[in-house]
């Protein structure tokens, strides 16, 4: 989602990816990122993987938010925690289904993402993607 505000004098420019728009180029490649991110979300939801250098960029983005946040947060209410999903990617979806879409719900990880589950990269990835998709809604513990 792209949300432009306008005044006489600024143009405040936010995406759903936390990025601050400074010129219109960066506003292009805010509105292309933003596309593929939802598409990367919708093929990861199916289990399909994304492509290497997405995932290059993704842990990149994800790592600009998670060194920005505090380790201790404040988070909204009501929220669903979940904790201990081991790389269960179809009882992670299961999760979702019961609790909710992000943004509808916030959600808290707990931890225990992965380590045991056939499909815990893809695990991972779904929850880096959404992480970086919704920020104030989507936490996880590290």
Not at 29 to 40: F, I
Not at 69 to 86: A, K, L
Request: hydrophobic share 40%; with cysteine; charged share 25%.
């Amino acid at each position: 989602m792209l949300c432009i505000h306008i005044n006489f004098f600024c143009i405040t420019l936010t995406t759903h990816l936390s990025t601050r728009i400074t010129s219109l180029a960066e506003l292009w490649n805010a509105m292309a990122d933003a596309s593929d991110l939802d598409r990367q979300i919708e093929q990861l939801k199916k289990c399909e993987i994304i492509k290497e250098a997405e995932v290059k960029a993704l842990c990149a983005k994800a790592r600009e938010i998670l060194i920005e946040e505090s380790n201790v947060q404040r988070i909204d209410s009501p929220v669903t925690v979940c904790g201990d999903i081991h790389g269960q990617f179809y009882d992670l979806k299961e999760l979702f289904k019961v609790g909710g879409d992000v943004p509808e719900t916030n959600y808290l990880f707990m931890g225990d993402f992965v380590d045991r589950g056939f499909y815990s990269v893809e695990t991972f990835l779904l929850l880096l993607a959404l992480k970086v998709s919704h920020t104030d809604h989507f936490h996880i513990n590290r």
